[in-house]
């Protein structure tokens, strides 16, 4: 798990050239490119690297925080926009939708979700938050928890992955999850 301990202004710059670093190397090679290439990329030494994140799983929370943050901010604004179905729908879409941005980000995602950044915590709240409401209105099992829908996010975020899917295809399979494979 990431240090939290207030940093000296040398070791911040390092951390933060660090997470842009990643996120440019993530983007262009997937998550399963070498730590070395970070540490590259960043201009540091990847002692350093490793005193800031212990693990690859550390560095791609960190990495993906903010656009975690994003997505909770979103939601936090528009809850009221939709009602508590389609709310808990978009979510699942929409993360879906933003997990496929890094190849190999959906074999990790669940580590990622329970890594505890700012982000990681935001978009657990925000997506309780959703399941919640929609389990008060009936339109969602009282036995769903968080973690199942995590389960599912990561499910679809995989099969999405390995077909290289359009959105459109993760509409369909979120559509699945949600209405169920029977006819009516």
């Known amino acids: 798990m990431e240090q939290k301990t207030k940093l ?12 842009a670093a990643a996120e440019e190397v993530f983007m262009e090679q997937g998550n399963a490119t070498s730590l070395e290439a970070v540490a590259k990329r960043a201009g540091v030494g990847i002692g350093t690297l490793y005193r800031r994140f212990a693990t690859r799983d ?10 975690l943050l994003a997505i909770a901010q979103t939601f936090r604004e528009g809850m009221g926009q939709l009602d508590a179905r389609s709310a808990l729908r978009a979510y699942v879409e929409d993360m879906v939708t933003h997990i496929n941005i890094y190849e190999g980000l959906a074999a990790s995602i669940g580590m990622v979700l329970q ?3 700012p ?3 935001a978009v657990g709240e925000v ?7 929609a389990q008060q209105c ?3 099992r009282a036995d769903v928890a968080y973690t199942d829908l995590v389960y599912i996010i990561t499910a679809i975020s995989l099969a999405i992955e390995q077909e290289r899917a359009s959105p459109a ?6 559509s699945i999850f ?6 009516k």
Not at 127 to 133: E, V
């Open 8 to 19: 000296r202004a040398d070791a911040q710059q390092n951390r933060e050239r660090i997470i």
């Open 58 to 67: 550390a560095l791609l929370a960190a990495a993906y925080s903010d656009r």
């Open 115 to 117: 890594s505890g950044t």
């Open 119 to 121: 982000g990681c915590q």
């Open 127 to 133: 997506g309780a938050i959703l399941l919640g409401r």
């Open 138 to 140: 009936g339109a969602v």
């Open 169 to 174: 295809r993760i509409a369909h399979l979120v």
């Open 178 to 183: 949600f209405e169920g494979v029977y006819s």
